[in-house]
């Protein structure tokens, strides 16, 4: 697949910004392209957007490359000669392109285009688990695992017979790679395990897990949803299988995310669900499948969504992801910071700052519920998220129900931080005072 991405539009209008301005500026040289957040709430309260752990916002030059394919060539793909399918064909396929090279694939033919991250996983689970893994083979996830990269294997295991191990945390909160050493065996097939965890906020050592993987022959899945939004990605330099990724969590629309394999790792997977373009030869009594990536995008795929994933990528490569890397750690040492003077009584998950670490930060507050917290702050125009986070297994490991994350982007301010730690202290104080 040779195909050269042609521009969207919008393209280029973040270009000039992001290379003139210093990392330390670059939320207020980039805002202007995020319509949501010049609004307010509550009020009249400004809205501070602190929940980009769960989702981010969309640039305009994403939403108009959506809204042009609705208004200018909207059509299937890969079905018809005439224009309009052609064109749609060809800016889909772009933006296949476009995801390849955000991540450094090979080649565009080792993308698989997904509803979600979600949906990566339970195709892996469900395709080369079903068919490779037998009763009594082991795999490994971590105590700090998202649903998604718990629950599919889960229904794996009840159905399989495979058996399914937990990486504990370390002292620092992080996953224990001697642990990970430890309940590796012959027996184990798999290791799929978080690369940025949305609670902890920890790096995962990918070349450790890869070392540790191999003395097993057992294959790499890494949930890449938090890592892909937020630092450089190189697949052909991380040595796994498999990654998993969002479009979401990256500046693009909902309901599409992929699924990057190796060749040989994508080879190895049958068909999952079966329908239109994952064929090759249909006769009444049998049928002959694509080849990857086709093999796994049954029926009309989610069209508009891939072409403004493909937009998120430019954007985020005009941006230049070291300068998203950088800038995080400014907001995140901004925020880590001023939870650490509010002082006794907040309590901050994971490990220090000073470690790998993202920007994100999740707390809970001595005798006051994360929910009335979040509501609070909410009153004052400040979003952040509350409750168990998809972690539910996490959460009890460290002994509470629920808990409370700030995460920032790219295009928050170090004043957004502050007006969000000023606001925090205001509600606990308020609280206080109620005797609680």
């Not at 939004?229 to 052909?236: L, S």
């Not at 796994?296 to 969504?305: L, R």
Request: net charge negative; hydrophobic share 40%.
């Amino acid at each position: 697949m040779k195909l050269q991405p042609r521009p969207q539009p919008g393209a280029g209008r973040v270009r000039s910004a992001a290379s003139t301005a210093s990392v330390s500026r670059l939320g207020h040289e980039i805002r202007q392209e995020f319509p949501i957040l010049h609004q307010t709430v509550n009020a009249d309260k400004q809205l501070v957007y602190l929940d980009n752990a769960a989702t981010s916002q969309k640039p305009l030059s994403v939403i108009e490359a959506m809204t042009d394919y609705y208004q200018q060539y909207n059509s299937n793909v890969h079905r018809g000669v005439h224009a309009l399918s052609a064109r749609a064909t060809t800016e889909y396929e772009d933006a296949r392109v476009k995801v390849a090279r955000f991540v450094n694939a090979a080649s565009p033919e080792n993308i698989v285009f997904t509803r979600n991250a979600t949906e990566a996983i339970n195709l892996v689970a469900n395709t080369w688990g079903a068919s490779a893994l037998e009763a009594g083979d082991e795999v490994i996830l971590s105590v700090a695992e998202h649903h998604s990269n718990i629950v599919p294997w889960q229904l794996l295991a009840e159905k399989k017979g495979i058996v399914l191990k937990f990486v504990r945390l370390d002292e620092n909160q992080e996953l224990d790679m001697n642990h990970l050493e430890d309940l590796t065996t012959e027996r184990t097939k798999l290791i799929s395990l978080v690369h940025i965890s949305n609670m902890l906020g920890c790096h995962l050592p990918v070349d450790t897990v890869v070392r540790i993987a191999r003395k097993s022959n057992a294959r790499v899945l890494l949930d890449a949803c938090q890592s892909i939004a937020n630092i450089p990605i190189n697949v052909q330099k991380l040595g796994v299988d498999w990654i998993v990724g969002s479009a979401h969590k990256m500046c693009g629309p909902t309901g599409i995310g992929f699924l990057w394999g190796t060749t040989e790792a994508l080879e190895s997977m049958p068909p999952w669900m079966g329908g239109g373009e994952m064929i090759d030869v249909v006769t009444l009594e049998k049928t002959t499948f694509a080849a990857p990536p086709s093999r796994f995008e049954a029926g009309t795929p989610a069209i508009a969504e891939a072409i403004g994933f493909g937009r998120a990528c430019d954007f985020m490569t005009e941006i230049g992801m070291q300068n998203v890397d950088a800038y995080e750690k400014v907001l995140g040492a901004r925020l880590h910071t001023a939870l650490a003077d509010i002082g006794e009584g907040l309590t901050v998950y994971g490990p220090s700052f000073d470690r790998s670490r993202g920007a994100l930060a999740t707390f809970n507050v001595e005798g006051l519920h994360p929910t009335d917290l979040s509501t609070i702050l909410d009153q004052s125009g400040i979003a952040v998220r509350s409750g168990h986070l998809c972690t539910q297994p996490l959460h009890a490991v460290l002994g509470v129900s629920s808990s409370i994350r700030a995460s920032p982007y790219l295009y928050n301010t170090v004043e957004e931080v502050d007006a969000f730690a000023a606001a925090l202290k205001d509600t606990i104080g308020f609280f206080r005072e109620m005797g609680m």
